[in-house]
């Protein structure tokens, strides 16, 4: 319907075709950052009540029917506070880094197709785009660690650094996977990919519906493997839990947060939030088929491709379930060391990722018939590796001790 | 050879049981034990303790006091925010009541030691917490007539200890009419013996009726020794004004009393002379009375 009232606009204003096209960036750029705020929004009511109930409280329950509107009082409350500034720090990038931070991640956002024809900036380059753009969240967020002139923040920017730079590795070379086996940087013709397209646009409702499922890339030993090393990858990347040390609030305060409060902390905190779901939307468009989820044709229409259900509704489905997803984690898993933490990295994540790229291609010039078997091969010995992997890393671990007195 | 993993599913399993769990009733007793406080309001449980109250008994609440003004749980308090001035009649002579009794609930630690130690079961613990007030020092300086609750509100906050306390005060009140009673047929015995003995001496003289006062006196002391025959008769007179002294050691008088009793009732009139000091007897069968009028009052 938006696409539709901006295809409209866009014909209105073919006369002035520069104005068409700020027009045009306007209609897509407004509604994506407000239902991205909308989704952080509430998403942190999600992320509150969720952790409460994991660790046997309530949350929230005070502002509106079950605390929904909590973040509107939180809102509320970040803009009227203090907006305090340390007197040694560098004002200008003290003042720039959380919008960067905002901006990269708001950025990334262009090049997720939410549905069809819903790509705010459909370029054939949107995956290198993307990371390219996500990188810079490195930089703003060292920028904030390094212009607030207080050792957490330094600390807090300078673990953010490594913990970003080190786990971009396996997050590119598993999306480098599916770049390969589809052939294309762009996001569009990779979500196009993973729909089995004899099977969707048949008659039979039932192969139609798994049509929609099948073809997607989680469901291929590579695309397995990298969309666990993608997930992994990403948690780091958002800083989330449990790679969090950036933040670590038992180590260092607040990280490079520590001198921010009011509303530069909630831009902070809004442009975290939009990266995981930019990071999120990248992993459901490389693995868990874009906007394709089970579907059916609506009995009004007889063209092949219409959908019941749009497209934009199964993101979105799939984003949240991601979301919560992250929430449980942060819930169940205790922060990792930092030492823990890049050799993780390096020493796992990276090597598996770079056989998983081999193994794709192997796959890839597997014949037909043979594929299943190769699959299950693949499956199987991906498997192994990382069970090697991970044996290998817990070599330096100490013996348990041994009691010769006491029993 | 577990899988790989396993151990991190093994915690997502964990925590999805305790969030999943909290949404039954099965287990959201268990796991959500969150009251929302000022909606429902039954945090406080049977055992909760935090501040002392003063216990009165039957209507009226000055009259129906059981605190003596005896000072021992303001001599025990640790943090001592107790602060008692005794009450006096017209006369100047002591009530046994206190005048004044003030509890510094900013100071209370709410230890209780005050309600261990006295002796007349006077001060005990309040369930109430909400004791937000405007003033931080007058507002929580608690006088004697905020302190004071009816046993009644005490049988409700903590039925089971207000039983055992009433019990206890019962039995004490019967134990001490019992040695009311036998001193006071001691006494008598005492008296007669004395008239006796008296008459003896009076046959000569003539003069019988020398033993009558002391046989009508009912508070004559009986842990005299029976050699000073001649000074419990003025000894009985002087007792009114033994009364207003202030009481020292009350407790360990009672105790005192609890021995010298047992000598009394086990030697025939008291002849075995207590090895403790008279005076401290007499005090303590003093405050004895003292409370036993109290009750009487009530």
């Known amino acids: 319907m938006l696409v539709q009232f901006a295809n409209w606009v866009q014909g209105e204003l073919a006369c002035s075709p520069a104005l068409a096209k700020i027009v045009g960036i306007l209609l897509a750029a407004v509604p994506l950052a407000t239902v991205f705020a909308l989704c952080f929004a509430f998403t942190t009511w999600l992320e509150r009540k969720g952790l409460a109930r994991i660790q046997n409280r309530i949350g929230p329950n005070r502002v509106g029917p079950f605390g929904l509107f909590q973040p509107i009082a939180d809102g509320i409350k970040m803009i009227t506070k203090e907006d305090i500034v340390p007197r040694s720090s560098d004002h200008f990038f003290h003042l720039i ?311 | 050879m577990d899988l790989l993993g396993s151990g991190i599913f093994k915690g997502m399993a964990v925590t999805l049981k305790n969030f999943a769990m909290t949404y039954f009733d099965r287990g959201r007793k268990e796991r959500l034990p969150t009251v929302q406080y000022p909606e429902a309001g039954d945090t406080v449980t049977l055992f909760t303790r935090n501040f002392p109250f003063l216990i009165y008994d039957g209507e009226e609440e000055v009259d129906g006091m059981r605190c003596v003004a005896c000072q021992i749980c303001e001599r025990e308090c640790p943090p001592a925010c107790i602060y008692i001035v005794k009450e006096k009649d017209e006369n100047g002579k002591f009530v046994k009541r206190p005048k004044v009794f003030d509890i510094d609930v900013s100071v209370c630690m709410g230890c209780q030691i005050c309600v261990e130690v006295c002796p007349f079961d006077a001060i005990v613990m309040d369930s109430e917490f909400e004791y937000s007030k405007e003033d931080r020092f007058g507002d929580l300086l608690f006088n004697r007539d905020e302190l004071l609750k009816s046993n009644d509100y005490y049988h409700k906050i903590h039925p089971e200890e207000a039983q055992a306390r009433d019990a206890n005060l019962a039995a004490k009140k019967a134990a001490d009419e019992a040695k009311k009673k036998a001193r006071e047929e001691k006494a008598a015995a005492a008296a007669a013996a004395k008239a006796a003995a008296e008459k003896e001496a009076s046959e000569k003289k003539d003069s019988p009726e020398a033993s009558e006062p002391v046989a009508e006196e009912p508070k004559a002391e009986p842990a005299a020794p029976s050699e000073n025959h001649a000074k419990a008769e003025s000894e009985a007179k002087e007792k009114p004004a033994a009364e207003e002294t202030p009481v020292e050691e009350p407790a360990a008088a009672t105790d005192e009393t609890e021995d010298a009793k047992e000598e009394s009732s086990g030697g025939s009139e008291g002849k075995e002379t207590s090895e403790e000091p008279e005076e401290t007897a007499g005090s303590g069968e003093d405050d004895e009375k003292k409370a036993e009028e109290g009750e009487g009052v009530s």
């Open chain 1, 97 to 407: 880094a959380p919008l960067l931070v905002l901006v990269s991640s708001m950025a990334c956002l262009a090049f997720i197709p939410f549905g069809l024809g819903m790509t705010m900036s459909p370029i054939d380059t949107a995956v290198v785009f993307f990371f390219a753009i996500l990188g810079m969240n490195t930089l703003a967020v060292f920028l904030a660690g390094w212009a607030s002139r207080n050792k957490y923040s330094l600390l807090g920017g300078m673990r953010a650094v490594a913990q970003m730079v080190s786990y971009e590795i396996p997050l590119v070379l598993s999306a480098v996977t599916v770049v390969m086996m589809v052939g294309s940087l762009d996001t569009r013709e990779i979500v196009g990919a993973q729909v089995v397209e004899g099977w969707a646009t048949s008659e039979n409702s039932g192969l139609r519906f798994l049509g929609q499922i099948a073809g997607w890339h989680v469901f291929t030993p590579w695309g397995f493997a990298g969309f666990i090393i993608f997930f992994i990858a990403a948690l780091a990347e958002t800083n989330r839990s449990p790679f969090d040390l950036p933040e670590a609030e038992s180590e260092i305060i607040a990280g490079y947060v520590t001198e921010y409060s009011g509303f530069k902390f909630a831009l902070f905190f809004l442009g975290e939030y939009i990266g995981a779901f930019a990071v999120l939307g990248l992993a459901i468009t490389l693995f868990l088929g874009g906007w394709n989820g089970p579907n059916f044709q609506p009995w009004w229409s007889s063209d092949p491709h219409a959908l019941l259900i749009p497209g934009f509704v199964w993101f979105f489905f799939k984003m949240f379930v991601l979301m919560a997803v992250l929430i449980w984690i942060r819930g169940t898993l205790p922060r990792l060391r930092v030492d823990q933490l890049m050799s993780f990295a390096w020493k796992f994540l990276l090597p598996l990722a770079l056989v998983n790229v081999f193994v794709a291609g192997f796959l890839f010039h597997v014949a037909k018939e043979d594929r299943v078997w190769a699959s299950v091969a693949a499956f199987v010995f991906l498997y192994l590796v990382a069970k090697g992997l991970s044996r290998m890393n817990q070599s330096d671990a100490p013996a348990p001790r041994k009691y010769h007195f006491a029993e």
